[in-house]
């Protein structure tokens, strides 16, 4: 039997299951070909009758060097000349395309490439419907098609016996309904494939069996259902269901892990030579488990598989899909460097956001790769030390959190888009400095400004009515309007749209400093002449103790505007802090009286994270000696040493 | 001479010429105040009010280091650039230098005069320049092609082609070993040569190498042996100063420390003295 009945699982529904997939391919690894047979069981949830189905055929972007994917970026060299079995190339042809009542539509077919008019790109394809879709209707279509697997393509194809599945099998798009997302009236969501963003797809539920060769091992997403011998080959099935996609991978040098988080099987499929770093993989995949589910919501599905790429097959490393990550580890990188527990945490948190929370990674990738950076800071600098949660070898410190925030600041793009834009629309650079790090800096600064308490109940409120759906940048706005409303009033205003014109929409720079301070001896009138015959003075009280008028000036450099702290300290140990709302360019403190101001810092807490330079934040009246001192001695110290070390080469 | 007997020798040598550690170590001292000092003004026009600067000096911050990098790169770009060429200076002086010690060395004299050293010191500078280059030469040959092998072992350093990193590793730490070792002969190598220019100085660079090469291979076990002994030494006080440090970590044991900091680069001054006295006696015997 081909097909498998699935559609009635005992497991609990937790999505609309719209577009549902069972898949039957045979791998030949000789011709790096696949050839599949594709059930497709695709459910109308709109009000229209749908009389076209859109699918992606993501491995068409390898097929030509004019694809949109192609165009977009740097064109690999290894990718001129090369032909016969390594041919470098992919493709993906769909031969048939049957309804229930085995009636040929392919012939009808086109390749839309409406996102850029490049008629070069056959990433989308439309075919046309003998009968439309009804509203409510279910309708189940058989398809065959035969692939080419691309040699070492982003995310995707094999490299000697290694071979990783992503974006590989024609997907449907997501039919929006009026009202879904930033639907008007009911229409076809399904973008060429391009460079950065690949996420958008209906639930579903999946079953796929990979026929092999008998010395390989498959991992992929869900769980292994059956596994059978065919002689030289074997059968491997595996199903999931209300995912948004399906990865898998093989190779006859896989060493596989298994291990528990609550529930969840955990499986790690790595190369036997880097089977020690699968304590890595667990360790930090556990404590991304526990923090998730604390923090946001439980995970329900009952597996995840962590796939760590052996060197010659990271082109797939760092990727999220359903139930399934891919990491990537350097055996020759200390464990002082935590890039294995980095990318680990960062890919299973997409698991939340992107694939439970199912956002439009094209249209509006802060959603999904801002919100994961702002995660991965959150747990790593928890479970590592907010220090120490990147770097921590020979004295050198650096925290996750803080590498984030100095990854933006360093790129010289900070202002070159704002976060709310499309993947593709970051045409001269910014996506991943914009999109991931400048999101989770204004999350971390809205974390600050908000309390810990009030920005995990908007997420978990985003979370949980989110989830399994399609949210769109206003729905993450306006649950944080309602949240922030019900636990402070007006606190921040009467929304907090005010902060997102400008860290999501707006492409200012925030920076607060000192500008100045000031402390004046106030000239005192020396006394009144009451007695004009003697000239004597009555003195003044004040006359006793000098008297100062003191002044600190804040200074609003860049274009953004918080609310922000001001703390003011005088020599009698006595410290004031203000609170100013941060509109102006300037603000000024005056104090008279017999203390003098020695320091004045604007945000001591540091709160407003996306301050560009904390560095002019503090200023005191008198000069660090110390930092002199120390700065000039191990400059000095540092300069001999290196001095006398060029003296070996004499 | 035995080699322990050599070792103590010399260091009696290095404790006698202690005006010529001193003259070193003040020209290695002014030398790296042209550049600490310049650095010490920057900060001080730049930063020196700011609280973050006070606060930044009680350990590693990294976000303190990257907004003042962000903030003064123009600033430091052009400190960096004069770093450099104080550098290519100080390597032209080491060279001055080191004819003036392996003088000092060949010929002792009765008592120590400054305007004698650095007469000394002009003696065999082009020589030495000369070989000081042919070296820097053979070290950047070596490590070519010992790269050429690690991607010849590996099939290529494109990390497509390697089938596992842990191979890599392997390979890397066998030739980066194989590269320490002929680094090493190659310095003893050197400074034979040195001392045979000193003793020979009128004939061919080539023909001085020829006779080190010769002394260095009649009796290779000895010359190793003082060079590891040496390399211990070396160790052995760099630890004890690493571990002294840590226990006079924070500010109240800064200056302490710069002491501590200013004793270990003239124990490495000396070091350095007693490897050129040993060197000089194995060669004589």
Not at chain 1, 16 to 24: K, L, Q
Request: aromatic residues 18%.
């Amino acid at each position: 039997m081909f097909f498998y009945v699935h559609a009635g699982s005992a497991q609990e529904q937790l999505s609309p299951r719209i577009a549902n997939y069972e898949i039957d391919l045979e791998l030949d690894v000789v011709r790096k070909m696949i050839v599949a047979k594709q059930k497709i069981v695709w459910k109308n949830t709109s009000v229209d009758t749908i009389d076209e189905l859109r699918f992606h055929l993501y491995y068409n972007a390898f097929k030509n060097s004019e694809s949109s994917f192609m165009r977009e970026r740097e064109f690999p060299d290894f990718l001129t000349g090369d032909d016969g079995l390594d041919c470098p190339y992919g493709w993906l042809k769909v031969d048939g395309f049957k309804n229930e009542h085995g009636t040929e539509l392919i012939e009808g077919h086109e390749y839309l490439y409406e996102d850029d008019g490049n008629t070069n790109d056959q990433t989308v394809l439309s075919i046309p419907l003998e009968h439309g879709i009804l509203p409510g209707e279910t309708r189940s279509f058989y398809m065959n098609w035969t692939s080419r697997i691309p040699k070492i393509m982003p995310r995707t194809g094999y490299n000697k016996e290694f071979y990783f599945f992503a974006q590989w099998f024609p997907k449907l798009g997501v039919y929006e309904a009026a009202g879904v997302r930033y639907a008007k009236t009911g229409q076809w969501n399904c973008h060429q494939y391009h460079s950065r963003g690949e996420y958008y797809a209906d639930f579903g539920n999946y079953t796929v069996s990979m026929t092999v060769p008998q010395d390989y091992v498959v991992g992929a997403s869900g769980a292994l259902i059956e596994k059978k011998d065919l002689g030289e080959k074997n059968r491997w099935t595996f199903e999931v269901n209300d995912v948004i996609d399906f990865a898998w991978t093989c190779s006859p040098h896989f060493a596989v892990v298994k291990d528990k988080w609550e529930d969840v099987d955990l499986t790690v499929y790595t190369y036997k030579s880097h089977i020690d770093c699968t304590a890595r993989y667990l360790k930090s995949i556990k404590y991304a488990f526990e923090y998730m589910d604390k923090h946001v919501g439980k995970y329900p599905y009952k597996t995840l598989t962590i796939l760590d790429p052996p060197l010659h097959g990271m082109f797939t490393g760092g990727m999220e899909y359903p139930t399934f990550i891919t990491s990537l580890h350097f055996c020759f990188l200390p464990p002082c460097l935590k890039t294995t527990e980095t990318l680990t945490v960062h890919e299973f948190i997409h698991q939340y956001f992107m694939q439970m929370v199912a956002t439009h990674e094209q249209e509006e990738p802060w959603m999904d790769e801002g919100i994961t950076t702002y995660f991965e800071g959150r747990i790593l600098d928890k479970y590592e030390g907010e220090k120490t949660s990147l770097i921590d070898c020979f004295g050198a410190q650096i925290g996750n959190g803080d590498f984030n925030r100095t990854e933006f600041f360093e790129s010289g793009v900070v202002t070159i888009a704002p976060c709310s834009i499309k993947s593709r629309d970051f045409e001269h650079g910014g996506y991943g400095e914009i999109a991931y790090n400048k999101t989770a800096i204004w999350l971390k600064t809205m974390e600050r400004m908000l309390g810990i308490e009030t920005m995990d109940k908007i997420l978990k409120t985003y979370f949980d009515r989110w989830k399994f759906k399609h949210p769109k940048t206003q729905d993450f706005i306006d649950i944080t309007n309602e949240i922030v409303q019900e636990n402070h009033g007006d606190e921040f205003g009467e929304n907090l749209n005010w902060f997102f014109d400008q860290v999501l929409f707006g492409t200012g720079e925030c920076d607060y400093g000192i500008h100045m301070i000031k402390n004046e001896e106030v000239k005192t009138p020396i006394g009144f002449v009451e007695d004009f015959d003697k000239c004597n003075l009555t003195q003044n009280e004040s006359e006793l103790n000098k008297r100062y008028k003191s002044e600190a000036v804040i200074r609003r450099y860049g274009e953004m505007y918080f609310p922000v702290e001001v703390e003011i300290e005088f020599d009698n140990g006595k410290s004031v802090i203000k609170k100013w709302d941060g509109k102006d360019r300037t603000v000024g403190y005056e104090f008279v009286g017999t203390e003098q101001i020695i320091s004045v810092s604007v945000d001591p807490h540091r709160k407003i994270w996306i301050d560009k330079n904390f560095n002019n934040n503090g200023k005191s009246i008198n000069k660090s000696d110390r930092g002199l001192k120390y700065y000039f001695y191990k400059a000095l110290e540092w300069t001999q040493n290196i001095m006398e070390s060029l003296t070996i080469l004499i | 001479m035995r080699i322990f007997d050599t070792y103590i020798s010399s260091v009696k040598d290095v404790i006698h010429t202690r005006p010529l550690i001193g003259t070193l170590y003040l020209l290695l001292l002014v030398f790296a105040l042209t550049v600490s000092v310049p650095f010490y003004n920057y900060l001080e026009s730049s930063f020196s009010y700011s609280l973050e600067f006070d606060e930044s000096v009680s350990g590693f911050d990294f976000l303190f280091i990257k907004d003042f990098i962000q903030e003064h790169k123009d600033g430091l770009g052009m400190f960096l650039l004069n770093l450099k060429w104080l550098i290519f200076l100080y390597f032209l002086m080491s060279v001055f230098l080191s004819s003036g010690i392996v003088s000092a060395v060949v010929a002792p004299k009765e008592s120590y005069k400054v305007g004698a050293f650095f007469r000394d010191c002009t003696k065999y500078f082009w020589k030495y320049l000369r070989m000081a280059v042919y070296f820097i030469l053979f070290y950047t040959i070596v490590f070519f092609l010992l790269f050429k092998l690690f991607e010849a072992i590996l099939g290529g350093v494109s990390v497509f082609e390697i089938e596992n990193d842990k191979l890599m590793i392997v390979v890397f730490y066998s030739l980066f070993g194989l590269f320490s070792l002929i680094f090493f002969l190659s310095i003893l190598l050197q400074d034979l040569c040195k001392l045979d220019i000193a003793h020979n100085p009128g004939d061919w660079i080539y023909k001085n190498l020829l006779r080190s090469l010769k002394k260095f291979s009649s009796n290779y076990l000895k010359y190793i042996f003082y060079y590891l002994l040496i390399l211990f030494s070396f160790v052995l006080i760099s630890l004890i100063v690493y571990v002294l440090k840590q226990y006079i970590k924070g500010m109240e044991w800064l200056f302490v420390s710069f002491i501590l900091g200013q004793i270990y680069i003239v124990l490495r001054i000396a070091i350095r003295l007693t490897k050129i006295f040993g060197l000089n006696y194995l060669y004589k015997n």
